[in-house]
């Protein structure tokens, strides 16, 4: 798994003697107003391959807003704590961890206690080093983001130097992921944004060119950029909005992956005929043991080139979980990841 597996919760975990820690729990499916902030939480002991992390810092992220409100397709048993991208120190390791001890700069892919919390527990394999060049701000902004955007960029679209790809919603967590992604592999970047802000942001993080997707006539600039022959990949963040019109932007043999998507949208299957083009789903779920070590190796070795940077955005300690699950949905421009301080 490449997201927490929510399936897993406190009740299934050893838990360590006496101590306790602050951590957000949820026992009923709804609103944000669920996520209840509680400070007699049992801290969880690592068993055999699990490592317990002291938390500094957790990304939020969209799929933790529909996971709360009972919307998604895995729903976790309750009560359950979210949170998957934590970065911190390892605290302790359980029996049969070989490459991680305590006092390790860490960063997690996925938890199996939740990263809404002080402590946490993740299984060895989906936790990372944190290099001295990355902060745990920046440590807890990886994990989905980036792991989402190499998995949609080059397992699902297959993107290659010299391509053009357009990233909508290129100033959030994901959309930076993908400028800086896309940028270091050679391809011809393209962002939508919808402040100035945002689209400075897209500029600065790998884009050549940006758009405020807010214009009527953005997609009329992103034709011209490209002299008329369309893009080849588009990574869409909200295709119940855009995918239509993404499938006219398009060139031949183009490709559209779906990242994010908040309801249902009516497109014409013949805009895909004539160009044969594709509009393939992402999901981090279905990725496989060695998709998983394949972009961990990648992202890692663009952490060392210095070129992977996640940017942050909005900051919340822990007891603002509520207001953050809704600023992430209501908010009327991204801007970087949005971030819980521990």
Not at 106 to 132: C, D, Q, R, W
Request: glycine share 10%; with cysteine.
């Amino acid at each position: 798994m490449l997201t927490y597996d929510p399936l897993a919760g406190f009740p299934t975990i050893k838990m360590a003697s006496s101590k306790v820690m602050k951590a957000i729990r949820v026992s009923e499916f709804g609103a944000p107003s669920v996520l209840k902030f509680c400070s007699d939480v049992p801290v969880p002991a690592p068993g055999p391959k699990q490592v317990l992390i002291r938390v500094h810092a957790c990304g939020v992220n969209p799929v933790e807003t529909y996971i709360r409100a009972g919307a998604y397709a895995r729903k976790p048993s309750l009560p359950y704590t979210p949170g998957s991208d934590v970065a911190g120190v390892v605290e302790a390791v359980g029996d049969g961890v070989r490459f991680l001890k305590a006092g390790d700069r860490v960063f997690t892919i996925s938890t199996e206690t939740g990263g809404y919390a002080e402590y946490t527990l993740a299984s060895e394999e989906s936790v990372h080093k944190l290099p001295e060049s990355l902060n745990y701000k920046q440590g807890a902004a990886v994990g989905i983001p980036y792991f989402t955007a190499y998995r949609a960029l080059f397992h699902k679209a297959h993107a290659k130097a010299g391509e053009t790809v357009l990233i909508h919603g290129a100033s959030g967590g994901v959309g930076v992921a993908a400028c800086q992604l896309a940028r270091a592999f050679g391809l011809k970047v393209l962002g939508t944004a919808g402040t100035p802000d945002g689209m400075k942001l897209v500029l600065s993080n790998g884009a050549h060119v940006a758009f405020n997707h807010r214009e009527k006539d953005y997609m009329d600039k992103i034709q011209d950029a490209t002299e008329g022959n369309g893009v080849n990949v588009i990574v869409e963040m909200l295709s119940n909005v855009n995918l239509s019109n993404d499938l006219t932007l398009l060139a031949f043999g183009g490709r559209v992956t779906i990242v994010g998507c908040r309801g249902s949208v009516e497109i014409n299957p013949r805009d895909t005929m004539a160009k044969e083009t594709s509009i393939v789903g992402v999901s981090l779920f279905s990725a496989t043991k060695e998709e998983r070590a394949e972009t961990a190796a990648a992202l890692f070795a663009g952490m060392e080139a210095g070129w992977l940077k996640p940017v942050i955005g909005p900051e919340y300690s822990l007891d603002k979980a509520a207001q953050a699950h809704e600023d992430i949905i209501d908010s009327s421009g991204a801007f970087g990841k949005m971030i819980l301080i521990i």
